[in-house]
């Protein structure tokens, strides 16, 4: 299995900045995702963050407005740009080693904007 | 995308009952599907999971049963204690490699 570390575990941001949340794996996973949270809610996949190129991201959910790098197997970022109130939410990464295993999970990260 | 689908939203059952989630998905080339229990405040942890060449698989009180057919896949389980008490995510593997997660269940376990 792997261990995911996710920071911020929890901030509260100025509408208009940006925050970026960091993702570290313990070892290689193939693939990476972000998802979004609300609490009482299900998992809203956003993207896929892929090695050496750019992430797909899911219907709703642009670049400029959520940019994620991936620069090797076992990191990634999630930025969420430009923030409005609505961007308050829990957000949580994930990584799967291989293709056809499970996805393990950060902790997330509670944000808030004011 | 995939879409996933999962019934019911909430669920209360007596100590020593059973309790049953059912999740339908819509690609049928989908072939891996997790159940993950979320206790309040905590990530997603996996309880099981289950792989389209497979019909059923259990883990002592914990058992997944999926129909490749009728694209529907079920968590089943036995003799519920109330640390089982939690929201239940079922999700489907798509083609794509991405995740797609059912609503969630909410189920309470009544000492």
């Known amino acids: 299995s792997a261990v995911i570390s996710q920071k911020p575990s929890r901030d509260i941001c100025q509408r208009g900045t940006s925050l970026t949340i960091q993702c570290q794996v313990d070892?290689?996973?193939?693939?990476m995702f972000w998802y979004r949270q609300q609490p009482g809610q299900s998992l809203t996949l956003i993207a896929t963050?892929?090695?050496?190129?750019?992430?797909?991201?899911e219907s709703g959910f642009v670049i400029d407005k959520f940019p994620i790098s991936r620069p090797n197997l076992t990191f990634s970022t999630l930025t969420v740009s430009n923030m409005s109130p609505e961007d308050s939410s829990i957000y949580l990464c994930?990584?799967?080693?291989?293709?056809?295993?499970?996805?393990?999970f950060g902790q997330g990260t509670r944000l808030t904007v004011v | 995308g995939e879409n996933v689908e999962q019934h019911p939203s909430t669920l209360s059952v007596q100590e020593g009952d059973s309790a049953v989630i059912k999740c339908t998905y819509s690609?049928?080339?989908?072939?891996?599907f997790p159940w993950y229990k979320q206790e309040l405040g905590k990530r997603p942890q996996l309880i099981i999971d289950?792989?389209?060449?497979?019909g059923e698989k259990k883990d002592q009180r914990i058992a997944v049963t999926l129909n490749k057919t009728a694209k529907h896949f079920s968590l089943h389980i036995t003799e519920t204690q109330p640390e089982d008490s939690a929201v239940y995510f079922c999700?489907?593997?798509?083609?794509?490699?991405?995740?797609?997660f059912g609503t969630g269940t909410s189920l309470t376990v009544i000492p």
């Open positions: 963050a892929n090695q050496g190129s750019e992430a797909t991201y």
């Open positions: 999700a489907a593997k798509h083609t794509g490699n991405q995740f797609y």
């Open positions: 690609d049928s080339a989908s072939n891996y």
């Open positions: 070892s290689q996973v193939t693939m």
């Open positions: 289950i792989r389209s060449n497979v």
């Open positions: 994930s990584g799967a080693p291989g293709m056809n295993t499970e996805a393990f």
